[in-house]
Every structure is written in structure tokens, then in C-alpha cells.
């Protein structure tokens, strides 16, 4: 009896912390943050380095982050490039304090081709902006990528 309640035990924390990991649903109601994203067109106006300078959209560590985003009350989203070309599309959340945003990023079946998080700097009605390491876990070195509504 004690090992079958230490399997049920491990099954269900591990069902939880899969749960935990799981896509953002797209029935769940927005929280405040969320509620900024949706109803615009987010439009990457800029990238600045931890020195304060900017770094051009033709730049390796930033190109792909340049863009036009929109975010759907749904928790669906789609991203273009400035010309307009479809990049990429999926689920998105913001965590309920702010801090993160979250992209799962789909194939046109809904499979999950990635999942990129990001640490969100300023979140409000005239700006969207969040951070990158471009060298992986130094965090010495960062690029906030900067949204404007369009």
C-alpha cells in the first residue's frame, strides 16, 4: 500500500510540474498586463545594449526580434516582419506579476515548433519592452528590444 501512494504521489507532482510547463491556454481570462498587449499592433521601433546604444535591426543579435506583433484576447498571437511577411504564430501569456512573456511558437498543424521567454522591462499602454541575452546566460551583456503601438 505505501508504495502504491508513493507512485500516485510522484505521478501527480509530476503531472503538476507538467502542467506547470504547459502551453497558455486560449480560454483564460487576461490579467491586467495581458489586457495592455491586446487591441494593437506592436511595432519593434529600437534595441539598445546594456551601454545605452542602439544596435541596427540588420544586426545578427537583433534582426529576428524586429517585427510587427499583435496579441489576441484569445491568447493567440501572430508576428510579421516590418514588410509585413508572416514570421510566426502560436500562444502567448504574460505572467500574472509582469515580469515574463511567454511565446509558443506553432506550425500551422498547432504542433509546438519552440518556446521562447523573455524578461519583460516595461509593460504599458505606449510601450512594450523586453530583454535578451544575446551570449546566452552572460548577463552582463543585454539588448532590451523596444514596441511601440502602431
Known sequence: ???IFS???????????FAAEKAPEANAPLNP???IMVGKVWVTTDA???KGASVPATDEKVAAFFGKAEYFPDHTFKIASLDGKPRMHGL???SADGKTRKLTVQDDSGKT?????VENV???DGEYTYRIYPNGENKAEHIDIVHKPQ
Open 92 to 94: 502567448w501569456s504574460i
Open 1 to 3: 500500500m505505501k508504495h
Open 33 to 35: 498586463y495581458e489586457q
Open 113 to 117: 515548433r519552440f518556446t521562447r521567454e
Open 48 to 50: 539598445i545594449d546594456q
Open 7 to 17: 507512485f500516485f504521489l510522484t505521478l501527480m507532482l509530476a503531472s503538476t510540474a
Open 122 to 124: 516595461k509593460v504599458n
